[in-house]
């Protein structure tokens, strides 16, 4: 498990430059063994694009945790069409887990911490463990927390993260969706700049952080998988 030092040096050498980032990683590695982990939210068309006129097949993980936007699974089907991805996986939360601690659907209104882990965090971390690293679409512009994230991610299991778009701004992928034609999530055009599950997603006002919309009113600014 990991990456050869031949591919982190690849990447590394591509510096901040999205597509040469990716062709290190995806050109590079053995064939299926770095997955894309993506929300199909609001500015993840352009990454998914870069990655699919490389290899349309590079497994494509997204968590369907059962608590989406009806938009954004048929966003998530727009997109898969349009890029020709053939490797989209949807990851569910195991039903028993389900049964046993969310049977009412109803953990996010009362334990947000605990529905993550049990939507989220469980379920990729069973789905990475055939792979050696996963590319993510976070980036710097994104919140303060994630002002210094670095393009490669060293991970304490022996994976890495790859985080391709980090130096990219707000501007810069609308440019690029434009420049592709690529289509927008339906719920862009409401105000909602960063979407996860729909009970724990707002639309944010002019001049709010992007991810302000997530977890409003509470001190929780992340799922937990990049924790």
Request: one cysteine or more; glycine letters at 8%; aromatic letters at 6%.
């Amino acid at each position: 498990m990991g990456l050869e030092p031949s591919i982190i040096h690849a990447i590394e050498a591509a510096g901040e430059d999205a597509p040469a980032i990716l062709r290190a990683a995806l050109g590079a590695s053995p064939r299926g063994r770095i997955g894309l982990v993506s929300s199909f939210g609001t500015e993840s068309a352009v990454l998914l694009a870069m990655a699919a006129e490389i290899d349309p097949s590079v497994p494509v993980l997204f968590l369907e945790t059962g608590q989406h936007f009806p938009e954004t699974l048929a966003y998530r089907d727009q997109l898969v069409a349009r890029l020709g991805l053939t490797g989209v996986l949807d990851i569910h939360p195991d039903p028993a887990q389900i049964a046993a601690r969310d049977p009412q659907g109803q953990l996010w209104a009362f334990d947000p911490d605990a529905c993550c882990a049990l939507r989220k965090v469980e379920p990729l971390d069973e789905a990475i463990i055939p792979f050696d690293a996963w590319i993510t679409g976070r980036k710097r512009s994104q919140a303060a927390t994630r002002a210094h994230l670095p393009v490669i991610e060293p991970q304490a299991d022996g994976r890495f993260k790859i985080n391709p778009l980090a130096r990219w701004n707000a501007a810069e992928l609308d440019a690029e969706m434009t420049r592709r034609d690529l289509p927008r999530h339906p719920l862009a055009a409401q105000g909602y700049r960063s979407i996860g599950c729909a009970p724990c997603t707002r639309p944010v006002a002019e001049g709010e952080d992007p991810r302000a919309g997530r977890w409003a009113g509470l001190a929780k600014t992340e799922c937990g998988i990049h924790v």
